[in-house]
């Protein structure tokens, strides 16, 4: 009689204790989210290669458990769309390209197509922009580029969160001391000269009617620049900082912020982002392309001496 109650309270408490998330969906624990290449814009960078990919972000993603394959500018849009159902994400970094005309630009914008048209059919393919792959996000949303001088160079900030922040996604799994510090305390990097205004984005309504707007911040111009986003609707994710740098960027010049709890928030964001990719089945077609495929293929140089990163992948 006992084991019976025993049994019909588990019973009961698994059908119905769990909170009504998303429809039960087959989850990946092998994830390889892509990172878009970019042009190597730095002279001190450009002998190395024509473009690259810092190493911060490879290990951020990294950390969370998942595989990263670099993904190279100007291919055709069948070697795009074979890539596309070969990863789980995808990652736009950083750095100082053109948000319209440039090949990185260009090469974001037909995953941002083929992730929007996978999502109507049910296909779950999460994005993920940090500073200008942030801006880039909200340029390919927008059809514009909507940048202004918002400059917060080399500086560490609390966010500004507003009420969508606690009902996020992104900050769902946040323990609520964390958020508190999150708000209160210097935790996210800021590298930027340009931004969005939070008044532009609330102006533009292909921006306000796709994203929640997370967080914002001051700028030294004094006006007031979004810094986190997520879409409403799609997976796709922007945040202006870079939480990166918290746990794998030192340059002793950088105010890269490596608090305790600056490091939990770097780990926690990966970690949420990882786990999206973690909804997504798509993958490579055989065991020998996947290995191609991965950044293992590729070193990392040292670039500690030369610019404000440790090492970068050029390629
Ligand atoms: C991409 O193609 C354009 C046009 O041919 C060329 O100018 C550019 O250097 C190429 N970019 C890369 C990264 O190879
Ligand atoms: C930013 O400021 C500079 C110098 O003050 C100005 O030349 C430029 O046009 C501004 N750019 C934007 C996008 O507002
Ligand atoms: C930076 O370090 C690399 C690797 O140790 C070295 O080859 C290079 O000469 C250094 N560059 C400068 C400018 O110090």
């Known amino acids: 009689m006992l084991t019976l109650c025993v049994l019909l309270l588990t019973m009961i408490s698994c059908c ?7 429809p039960k969906q087959q989850i990946n624990d092998r994830p390889i989210i892509g990172i878009l290449t970019q042009e190597t814009e730095d002279d001190n960078l450009k002998p190395f290669g024509k473009t690259y990919i810092p190493s911060s972000y490879v290990k951020y993603l990294e950390s969370a458990g998942c595989r990263v394959t670099p993904v190279k500018l100007n291919l055709t ?19 100082a390209v053109n948000l319209l005309t440039s090949d990185f630009a ?6 941002y197509k083929l992730a929007l048209k996978a999502y109507v059919s049910g296909d779950y393919f999460p994005l993920w922009g940090t500073c200008l792959g942030f801006q880039l996000l909200t340029a390919l949303v ?8 918002a400059t917060v160079e080399n500086k560490a900030l609390p966010l500004k969160l ?3 922040a606690e009902s996020s996604r992104m900050f769902r799994n946040f323990p609520p001391e964390l958020m508190k510090s999150l708000s209160q305390e210097p935790l996210t990097g800021n590298f930027h000269h340009y931004g969005i205004a939070t008044q532009t984005f609330e102006g533009n309504e292909r921006l306000e009617s796709f994203f929640s707007i997370l967080s914002t911040n001051k700028a030294k111009e004094g006006v007031e620049f979004v810094s ?8 796709f994710y922007g945040v202006q900082w870079h939480p990166e740098v918290s746990r794998f960027q030192w340059h002793p010049d950088q105010e890269f912020p490596h608090s305790v709890n600056a490091v939990r928030v770097s780990y926690l964001t990966a970690d949420f982002f990882v786990n ?27 670039v500690g001496n030369i610019s404000s990163y440790m090492q970068i992948y050029f390629f």
């Open 77 to 95: 849009l069948p070697e795009y769309e074979k890539i596309f159902n070969s990863i789980n994400g995808m990652m736009f970094i950083g750095g």
């Open 16 to 22: 119905c204790g769990a909170f009504p998330g998303p």
């Open 228 to 235: 986190t986003i997520e879409g409403k609707k799609y997976p």
């Open 106 to 111: 260009k090469a974001a914008a037909v995953f």
């Open 162 to 164: 507003t009420a969508d």
């Open 142 to 149: 927008a059809g514009d580029d909507l940048l202004t001088n």
């Open 276 to 302: 999206e990719a973690r909804r997504s089945s798509h993958h490579f077609s055989s065991a020998k392309e996947e290995d191609a495929a991965l950044i293992y293929n590729y070193s990392p140089l040292y």
